[in-house]
């Protein structure tokens, strides 16, 4: 089946349809678009461990704050088409925000205080924007597997909240995030970077490489990692907002006083105007 290019839910629905009755199993990919090696990496276990895979390219109005990059997020719709069929991926559902949100639209999914912390705290409606049109997307895919990558672990861990909580019929999937040979993290937003920011840029990738090794020695405490990861950002003066760097709880997100089972380390910096986000999940 070659991939077809929906746009409004009526008619996913429509085509998925006949194979769910017929026991096929879906796997749902939900993305914003202007596609990189890290979303293809996503796109590649859907399609692997499932029937059909299902990719959604989505620049969702309400998971962006005032003064947000919502107007000038990157966008390349055919590059992205040309690597969603190759890869073999079946559907791609491209709504538009009037098909996505009709007029009134005043629902919305209450996340928690998990949404709060970390990212939450510098952008505060963001996940309740992002826990809503991922809501929508499963009721309009049914998926059986939907696929996220840990790059963004705290939307993670916030979506498979929600669908346990609210006993959403699907198995949350997170994979490994995808670097660049230097380390920095592959997003969409990189593209913002100029020459000289993208050479500083994986700076937040050692510092939390760096503290993740020190917690893993004798003498670490999750204090002595996050002044380790300040001092590195430090020193770089193109990263001259850190947003929050530290070690949590990998369930609550709350600041670990100790390391005893498992730590994530996270960071969001700004090299200029541009939001780098990043972490690093350690076991003992
Ligand atoms: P986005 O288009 O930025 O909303 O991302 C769509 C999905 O791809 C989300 O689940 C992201 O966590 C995931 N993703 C983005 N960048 C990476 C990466 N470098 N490695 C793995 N997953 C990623």
Redesign the pocket.
């Known amino acids: 089946m070659s991939m077809e290019v929906l746009r409004s839910p009526i008619m996913v629905r429509e085509a998925l349809f006949p194979q769910i009755m017929r026991g096929r199993s879906v796997g749902l990919?939900?993305?914003?678009?202007?596609?990189?090696?890290?979303?293809m990496?996503?796109v590649r276990d859907s399609v692997m461990e499932n029937d059909l895979t299902v990719a959604s390219?989505f620049v969702?109005p309400t998971q962006f704050g005032p003064g947000e990059d919502m107007d000038k997020y990157p966008r390349d719709v055919d590059g992205d088409i040309t690597r969603l069929r190759e890869a073999g991926v079946d559907i791609l559902f491209m709504p538009s925000a009037a098909d996505m949100y009709g007029e009134g639209f005043s629902t919305f999914i209450d996340v928690g205080p998990i949404a709060a912390r970390l990212c939450g705290a510098f952008r505060p409606t963001h996940f309740r924007g992002?826990a809503t049109v991922v809501a929508k997307l499963l009721n309009i895919v049914t998926p059986e597997r939907a696929?996220?990558?840990?790059?963004?672990?705290q939307?993670?861990l916030i979506l498979e909240t929600m669908a346990r909580e609210l006993d959403m019929p699907v198995d949350m999937v997170i994979?490994?995030?995808?670097?660049e040979g230097d380390g920095l993290?592959?997003?969409?937003?990189n593209a913002y970077l100029s020459e000289k920011e993208r050479s500083v840029a994986p700076v937040l990738y050692r510092a939390l490489s760096s503290a993740a090794e020190a917690l893993k020695g004798a003498e670490a405490s999750p204090a002595k990692a996050k002044a380790m990861m300040e001092d590195m950002l430090r020193a770089e003066p193109l990263a001259d907002e850190v947003q929050y760097i530290g070690c949590y709880d990998p369930h609550t997100l709350q600041w670990l006083e100790e390391f005893s089972g498992s730590a994530l380390l996270a960071g969001a910096i700004k090299i200029g105007p541009t939001r780098l986000i990043d972490n690093v999940l350690v076991w003992k």
């Not at 990919?29 to 979303?39: I, W, Y």
């Not at 696929?147 to 963004?152: M, S, V, W």
């Open positions: 990919v939900p993305t914003m678009g202007a596609l990189h090696d890290g979303h990496a996503i390219i969702n992002v696929y996220f990558g840990q790059k963004d672990y939307q993670f994979c490994p995030t995808i670097r993290a592959m997003s969409s937003r």
